[in-house]
């Protein structure tokens, strides 16, 4: 006959556990569930600080993508000791939320200044250039040039510009920030915003400038949705592009890849609320115009990115869905248009330009482009230093355009004409600045030949 348990000795065996459970010091489950949430967090802000410590706070290695028959890479890159470096992140931001919630609301940024111009574009539009005021180092006609393309909803009071503006300026550069439209401070004067597709305002420009400094090299950043642009621009008018080299840092690529992923876990969901929070705020200061132009409940009611694009960008890029504006601003298939020297820049934890629409075969394939990626550096920050002052990128892109401009060999650059609207004027029809400050650099060592000027159709 089987054994049957005892009905009695059930609940005495349960009254036992209880009363061990009771003696046990309160102190002891404080420090489980302390482990617990230590634990929690560790892995809900993607800590790699047991990673650094055990790998001797030496960094990761940067990993560079190029073609083997890359000049770039073997003329240029190839002496670029940062790039060929490790990266290591401040050890108390060693998180790329840290690391991206640091740069947007403290950001270490050196202090400015700027002197402003402002161009007004045939369609009425207002673009505001800030020009970095040095008085440490003269400027003059034939000075390198570098302008600057911010990302998404930032101006040249962001940090991250003020990181690289400074560094450049510094180094011998006119450094120029290009504030997207309604931006910077800056009201909209005609129907046309500023959208992650749109090239015409940063050709626009560039071609300004050009006309400016005829004899000045021009060397182009774009970072986040920046550099998206500023990769189509690359891509769209290839070997017509009038810039001597280009660097795109953190960039979207595939609009629809990072779609998804910031609707996919719940830290992605947080900033793709923050990223709309930005969006609304800018289209409540213009509201006046876009409440004529677009859905504007559903702006109001907007909770994503993508909802707000649905509700108005797809409007402003005349775009039947939201999908279709997605595939129309992915600069991924630009890549293999572009013709002059351009290092990528991307980080693999990467929290909103997911590291999945990093397009790397495209990359490998154009012997103009070197990629270059870092196990860590979140979006844009990559702090480094127990002060977190200084960014990784921003001396990576120093030494790249350095090295692009010492380099013996001769550069061929095609300049083209004016480009020119229907009614036979220049995209920008008039020049305006503010109060000038004269500023200061050193003259580039770069050769350059003009190619005999092409009409474009």
């Not at 061990?20 to 634990?39: D, E, G, M, N, R």
């Not at 409007?315 to 997605?326: I, S």
């Not at 400050?437 to 050769?447: A, E, S």
Request: glycine share 6%; net charge negative; aromatic share 10%.
């Amino acid at each position: 006959m089987a054994n049957s348990t005892n009905p009695i000795e059930s609940p005495a065996a349960y009254e036992l556990l209880l009363r061990a459970a009771l003696l046990t010091p309160i102190t002891h489950y404080l420090l489980i569930f302390s482990l617990i949430f230590i634990v929690f967090i560790y892995n809900f802000l993607e800590i790699h600080f047991l990673g650094d410590l055990f790998s001797g706070f030496r960094g990761q290695p940067v990993t560079l993508t190029f073609n083997p028959s890359s000049q770039l890479y073997n003329d240029v890159v190839s002496n670029c000791t940062v790039l060929h470096g490790r990266y290591l992140s401040t050890p108390w931001l060693c998180s790329p939320h840290l690391q991206t919630s640091f740069l947007h609301y403290f950001g270490n940024s050196p202090v400015v200044n700027y002197r402003r111009e402002i161009l007004m574009a045939s369609d009425g539009g207002t673009i505001a250039l800030d020009w970095v005021i040095n008085a440490e180092v003269q400027c003059g006609d034939t000075s390198p040039i570098m302008i600057i393309i911010p990302g998404l909803a930032s101006a040249s009071d962001s940090a991250y510009v003020k990181h690289l503006a400074f560094k450049m300026a510094k180094g011998g550069y006119n450094v120029v920030v290009s504030n997207h439209r309604g931006l910077g401070g800056v009201p909209i004067t005609s129907d046309r915003f500023y959208t992650a597709d749109r090239t015409d305002d940063l050709r626009a420009l560039v071609d300004h400038i050009h006309r400016q400094y005829p004899e000045a090299p021009i060397f182009a950043v774009g970072t986040s949705v920046g550099a998206n642009i500023l990769v189509k621009y690359l891509g769209e008018d290839g070997v017509d592009a009038p810039i001597i080299g280009a660097a795109a840092i953190c960039s979207p690529w595939d609009s629809l890849i990072v779609d998804r992923f910031l609707r996919r876990r719940f830290v992605q969901r947080l900033y793709n609320k923050a990223l709309t929070a930005g969006l609304k705020d800018y289209a409540n200061w213009h509201k006046d115009v876009l409440s004529r132009l677009s859905n504007w409940e559903g702006v109001k009611q907007a909770r994503s990115v993508r909802e707000f694009d649905d509700a108005a960008t797809r409007f402003l890029a005349n775009c039947e869905t939201v999908d279709a504006y997605y595939r129309q601003c992915s600069s991924c298939k630009n890549v293999e248009g572009v013709r002059v020297p351009l290092l990528c820049i991307s980080s693999l934890d990467d929290p909103i330009c997911t590291s999945e629409a990093i397009p790397w075969d495209e990359c490998r394939l154009n012997n103009n482009v070197v990629l270059a990626t870092t196990q860590h550096g979140g979006h844009l920050p990559y702090f480094e230093g127990f002060t977190a002052k200084s960014v990784w990128w921003v001396r990576a892109v120093d030494e790249f355009f350095t090295t692009l401009s010492l380099q013996k060999k001769e550069i061929t650059v095609s300049f083209i004409n004016p480009i020119q609207t229907s009614d036979g004027q220049s995209p920008l029809t008039n020049v305006t600045e503010n109060s000038t400050v004269p500023t200061q650099g050193q003259n580039g060592n770069i050769g350059i030949r003009h190619r005999p000027e092409r009409e474009i159709e």
